[in-house]
Nanobody
């Protein structure tokens, strides 16, 4: 099993920044892609950003140029730096990690952290 613990959410005014962190523990050997998803009230969960073990990144169009995903493999931690936040970024943000064991791929989720962007 892999445990993912997110931190860094909160209430912030539009235009400000937040940094989310997600630390992985447990059976971390084989962790491959890591990413951040979000779910706003009444909407489906959507991918925000992802990063491979080699550092290749992918972003949702809505956050390109504002958000940056990074990871520290030595600390088994993934980060999401969110700048120029907008009210529409308000959501619960979830950390995700994929673990590859042989031919099998397992996906793990954190418990979520609330981000609220409001004046």
């Amino acid at each position: 099993q892999v445990q993912l613990v997110e931190s860094g959410g909160g209430l912030v005014q539009p235009g400000r920044s937040l940094r989310l962190s997600c630390a992985a523990s447990g059976r971390i050997f084989g962790i491959d892609d890591m990413g951040w998803y979000r779910q706003a009230p009444g909407k489906e969960r959507e991918l925000v950003a992802s990063i491979t073990s080699g550092g290749s990144t992918n972003y949702a169009n809505s956050v390109k140029g504002r958000f940056t995903i990074s990871r520290d493999n030595a600390k088994n931690t993934v980060y999401l730096q969110m700048n120029s936040l907008k009210p529409e970024d308000t959501a619960v943000y979830y950390c995700n990690a994929d673990r590859v064991v042989g031919a099998a791929r397992y996906s793990y989720w954190g418990q979520g952290t609330q981000v609220t962007v409001s004046s």
